[in-house]
């Protein structure tokens, strides 16, 4: 098993890595990204750690994308009542809400098997996530 600068398998760096993204937020994840491509030579692992931050990354973009809506939505309502109009909002709220929780559930669901399978050198496909990486890397 191939180990790291660090002393410790590659396998479990990119566990931590993955964990350190998902509980760290960004800051914890950039530096541990940060020192993987650095000092690191293992391919997999620059990979992983790149693609853990993506991944935060993708997921940070959908939730800003639903939480815009709402704020969309009151403004036209606005614009609406200027003219004695009116946009009832509750019920697409409902549903934003709902699926900003079912990302976040995916979301959770996603790093905890990417952390399992990192402990082998795994991995999940993630289609845009790792085309990109694979083009820029």
Do not use: C, R
Not at 13 to 25: K, M, Q, W
Not at 111 to 126: C, E, P, R, W
Request: charge should be neutral.
């Amino acid at each position: 098993m191939e180990k790291t600068k660090l002393g410790v398998s590659v396998g479990l760096l990119g566990a931590f890595i993955y964990a350190a993204v998902y509980f760290g937020g960004y800051v914890a994840g950039a530096l541990a990204v940060g020192y993987v491509l650095l000092f690191e030579s293992n391919e997999w692992l620059k990979k992983a750690a790149v693609k853990a931050l993506a991944i935060a990354v993708v997921f940070s973009m959908v939730t800003l994308v639903l939480s815009l809506i709402p704020d969309a939505l009151s403004v036209i309502n606005d614009v609406l009542g200027l003219f004695n109009g009116y946009l009832s909002i509750s019920f697409i709220g409902s549903i934003l809400t709902a699926m900003k929780a079912l990302v976040a559930l995916v979301k959770e669901v996603l790093f905890a098997i990417l952390v399992y399978k990192a402990l082998n050198q795994g991995t999940v496909t993630v289609p845009v996530v790792d085309d990109l990486i694979n083009k820029h890397m």
